[in-house]
């Protein structure tokens, strides 16, 4: 199996083969979030690493069409990632934004196009910098308020 540079490009989940992948190289596996995702929901599936529980990553799976949410995660991505959630909502239940302009923030902001903004594809660095520039601009507009 050839190994393809993903240096500048969008990390794509499904790589060439259609499966998806873990970080680690191991294929994913979809299964039940039932044991796995603490906010486990009935019905909801995750796409696991095969190494699972020896590589400790997972996704979660959309409920509708299946497809990955983003990329697998290990835990310390897993947390920065709801971190980067939390502040991120921030941006449009606060009113400073309407949703459609946050993840057009977001895509402004982590430099991917909009069919890639969504936090469950950043990695650490970018879900620094979302968390970062969205405490920001709420701080901001409290301070203007
Ligand atoms: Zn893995």
Known sequence: MKRKSNRGKVW??????????????????????????????????????????????????????????????????????????????????????TRREAYQWLSYTTQAPMSHAHIGHLGEYYCRVVIRESRKLLAQRTGAA
């Open 12 to 97: 794509n989940p499904r790589g060439t083969s259609g499966q998806v992948r873990c970080h680690c190289g191991c294929p994913a596996v979809l299964r039940s979030a039932e044991g796995i995702c603490r906010t486990y929901r009935p019905g909801a599936k995750v796409y696991v690493c095969s190494g699972y529980p020896a590589c400790d990553s997972f996704v979660m799976a959309h409920p509708g069409t299946l497809e990955p949410m983003g990329t697998l995660a290990p835990p310390g991505l897993r947390r920065l990632r709801y971190e980067a959630h939390q502040q991120f909502d921030q941006l449009h239940k606060s009113g400073l934004m």
